[in-house]
């Protein structure tokens, strides 16, 4: 047994960032201003190629802000993944909308046909409203989620987009770095095509805040409403005139202080990622009944979650009975999110025909993915992965 734990993903940070947290504190800007938010969010915006970006609280928050600039109303429907986080879809009944669930595709991102599907045979237009028939409701937006960094099919989504005017929400919160190598959105950054883009820095992310989000957009007058929704909504911020609600949703100086270290390490956070990929796919193709998930061939995916699809008839054991024994022998593997259609809160909410998402909750597991991960500590995670199949077999 490995006596030291191989953790998933956790931060990689290193002691050359306490001189920015050192400035905060000797200047006392700890809260919500600062030099050093405006510094990660001009590095952001320089990164993913905007004119401009807005921190905020979280990449939840930057959801529930995208949303809301987007003019999604209550009663309102916008369609979702099933196969994603739930954060991506809570904002959604922030808003007083309804979220429809959609199944996914093999890159485990939203069924572009299916969506497509679905909005010809099962919704109208009328007077420049996609209306879902089963609910007579507007379909106001679309989120979709480019899930452990593998890009969307952003150039069908954009045609479906102009087509039946929706709105489009990049979650791009698992996938800063990742951008097209090929096609209409070569060299394009996940989160900058669609109507508005949100990336998160939570800890497990490949860079990290502890907390906290970015919004992105094309469109000036999207970003000045959410600059001014994130502070409260102050018309006049000298004698607090609010004449709208507003939110407690902007960044900190500290998580800032955090942010602008670490996006200058992002590059060779992925490159890390990408050799350790590739060191996972090489050892995982010999043990039968494994299979590592791949990432578009015609993108640079940022890599950020590795995944597995376990064959039990194969391997000799099924998913859960490798992720039991891997974390026994501490390391730390997770299994896919469960279904958002199937969580409490959404039990009657529309789903359209999921079928690959249900295959892909039972049998898809997440082995470790750092960037920081050794080579020597993946190697481990190999070995232990192999002995648990001859031990079964």
Not at 88 to 116: H, I, S, T, W
Not at 208 to 229: C, P, R, W, Y
Request: hydrophobic letters at 40%.
């Amino acid at each position: 047994m490995n006596n030291k734990i191989i953790p998933l993903s956790v931060p990689n940070l290193s002691l050359d960032i306490i001189e920015n947290i050192k400035e905060t504190i000797e200047t006392g800007w700890v809260s919500t201003g600062g030099r050093f938010i405006l510094d990660f969010e001009g590095k952001i915006a320089k990164y993913v190629g905007v004119k401009r970006a807005i921190s905020c609280q979280s990449g939840t928050a930057g959801l529930h802000l995208a949303l809301r600039v987007l003019g999604v109303q209550p009663g309102d429907e916008v369609i979702v993944p099933t196969l994603t986080f739930i954060a991506a879809v809570n904002p959604v009944r922030y808003m007083g909308a309804e979220p429809v669930f959609m199944d996914c595709d093999d890159n485990l991102n939203m069924d572009m046909d299916k969506l497509e599907e679905f909005l010809e045979n099962e919704c109208q237009f009328i007077d420049g409203n996609i209306i879902n028939k089963k609910t007579n409701r507007v379909i106001r937006a679309i989120i979709a989620v480019h899930v452990f960094g593998n890009p969307v099919k952003m150039e069908k989504l954009m045609r479906i987009r102009d087509r039946y005017n929706i709105k489009i929400i990049e979650d791009a919160t698992e996938a800063l770095g990742s951008y097209y190598l090929e096609g209409e959105y070569t060299g394009r950054h996940c989160g900058t095509i669609g109507d508005i883009g949100v990336y998160s820095f939570n800890a497990n992310k490949i860079i990290t805040t502890g907390g906290g989000g970015m919004v992105v957009s094309h469109n000036q007058e999207i970003l000045d409403k959410v600059a001014f929704l994130s502070v409260q909504a102050k018309t006049d911020p000298l004698y607090f005139i609010h004449d709208e609600v507003g939110y407690n949703y902007r960044m900190t100086n500290i998580q800032a202080a955090f942010g602008t270290n670490q996006i200058d390490k992002l590059e060779s956070f992925i490159e890390t990622k990408i050799q350790n990929y590739n060191f996972y796919k090489n050892a995982i193709e010999n043990i039968e009944g494994l299979k590592l998930l791949s990432f578009r061939d015609d993108t640079r995916a940022n890599h950020w979650f590795y995944s597995i699809i376990v064959d039990k008839e194969k391997y000799g054991i099924n998913r859960d009975e490798l992720l039991k024994k891997l974390n026994e022998n501490n390391i730390q593997t997770r299994p896919l999110w469960g279904l958002i259609h199937k969580q409490r809160p959404f039990l009657d909410n529309q789903g359209y025909k999921i079928e690959k998402a249900e295959f892909f909750e039972k049998n898809l597991i997440n082995i470790p993915c750092s960037s920081n991960l050794t080579q020597s500590q993946v190697k481990e995670v190999v070995e232990q992965i192999g002995e648990i199949q001859i031990v079964n077999i």
